[in-house]
């Protein structure tokens, strides 16, 4: 999904398919977007998640809980969290699902979030989880690189801070307005310290200087084409990039992960959370649960989103290589927090 720093004011795009909350008996309480009309209550859900996806989740859902219609607002993560942020106690939104985990630290830090299920929190692994319980992991993707068919693996980098060195000036593409990269910059700074990470932005800036893209699909697409040979994205961007153009086969990139435990290597967590000021928390948490459920998994692992599902023992998509094969570093989102420094180091380096 494309993502800006800017806030967006999108429409609300309703998805009504009927629902029944597992575990729901009477739902009350009202407010002028989510209001319970005929016995049925309606959830209103800001997502910055894939779109078909979601729609996919919020069908499955209703499905099971006929009292229960989920309307959904698609946009930004980051704008969705400033919106939140704007609105405060009186958002019409019931459920915030990001698609990286500083954008629900946003909102959390102001007190906007209601504590999480514990019935979903226990399903996930706590390091998936929100660190103050106010939210829950749901799906998850990696850093990486991706990799044009010409590049030797042996000149593929393997360490996120040899990025910067002059060898790859030219050569790299990179889309500094994207969240999912943040994770990232925060984890090199967390681990070298902001000067390094200042000095590894300036060395990205000049190296991408022919490249800086507006997002990672651009950044994907010009890499497969030959435009540039090496891009920084999260892996589910070339899986879907190579599906859109016809197949696996068909591509002329490919991924390159770096170095296990690298610094760089990160994985990032999309998770949802019920804002404080909903007065649909019983339906809020069901949605909830549900997402931390097996069928929501497997909708998740089978969807076009490459995204691996967080809960144990849900197969990714067949695509991909299981995520327990996988060596990021070890930076968790405690760490990560609320994405500021990452956002500081990029307003300096001119790269947002």
């Known amino acids: 999904m494309r993502r800006t720093p800017l806030l967006i004011a999108a429409p609300l795009s309703a998805i009504a398919l009927a629902a029944t909350a597992s575990g729901c008996s009477t739902l009350g309480g009202t407010s002028a977007t989510a209001a319970q009309v005929s016995g049925t209550t309606n959830l209103v859900l800001y997502s910055g998640q894939h779109e078909q996806t979601t729609a996919l989740l919020v069908s499955a859902f209703e499905k099971l809980n006929p009292n229960i219609k989920v309307t959904v607002r698609s946009?930004?993560?980051?704008?969705?969290?400033?919106?939140?942020?704007?609105?405060?106690?009186?958002?019409?939104?019931?459920?915030?699902?990001?698609?990286?985990?500083?954008?629900?630290?946003?909102?959390?830090?102001?007190?906007?979030?209601?504590?999480?299920?514990?019935?979903?929190?226990?399903?996930?692994?706590?390091?998936?989880?929100?660190?103050?319980?106010?939210?829950?992991?749901?799906?998850?993707?990696?850093?990486?690189?991706?990799?044009?068919?010409?590049?030797?693996?042996?000149?593929?980098?393997?360490?996120?801070?040899?990025l910067a060195d002059p060898k790859y000036k030219g050569k790299l593409a990179f889309a500094g307005s994207e969240t999912d990269l943040q994770p990232m910059i925060t984890a090199?700074?967390?681990?070298?310290?902001?000067?390094?990470?200042?000095?590894?932005?300036?060395?990205?800036?000049?190296?991408?200087?022919?490249?800086?893209?507006p997002d990672n699909e651009t950044v994907t697409k010009d890499v497969d084409t030959g435009q540039v040979q090496i891009g920084v994205v999260d892996n589910y961007y070339w899986y879907r990039q190579a599906v859109d153009d016809g197949g696996f086969d068909k591509a002329h990139s490919r991924i390159a992960y770096f170095a296990a435990g690298d610094p760089g290597y990160v994985l990032s967590v999309s998770g949802i959370a019920t804002l404080a000021s909903s007065k649909h928390k019983d339906a809020a948490a069901s949605f909830i649960k549900f997402l931390a459920s097996p069928p929501a998994e497997k909708i998740i692992a089978d969807s076009d989103s490459f995204e691996y599902p967080l809960l144990p023992g849900s197969p990714a998509n067949a695509a991909e290589p299981p995520l327990t094969?996988?060596?990021?570093?070890?930076?968790?989102?405690?760490?990560?927090?609320?994405?500021?420094?990452?956002?500081?180091?990029?307003?300096?380096a001119q790269l947002l």
């Open 188 to 213: 090199l700074a967390d681990k070298y310290g902001t000067k390094a990470a200042t000095d590894w932005l300036n060395g990205i800036k000049a190296n991408a200087a022919a490249h800086l893209l």
């Open 75 to 162: 946009d930004d993560e980051g704008a969705l969290a400033q919106q939140l942020l704007q609105e405060g106690s009186k958002s019409p939104a019931d459920l915030f699902f990001a698609e990286n985990s500083p954008a629900l630290e946003q909102v959390q830090e102001k007190g906007l979030l209601a504590p999480a299920p514990a019935e979903a929190l226990s399903a996930i692994p706590a390091k998936y989880d929100s660190p103050q319980g106010d939210w829950v992991g749901i799906t998850g993707r990696v850093t990486c690189l991706v990799v044009g068919a010409g590049v030797p693996a042996s000149q593929a980098p393997t360490s996120a801070l040899s």
């Open 325 to 348: 094969t996988l060596t990021p570093g070890t930076v968790g989102v405690d760490k990560l927090g609320d994405g500021s420094t990452a956002i500081s180091l990029l307003q300096q």
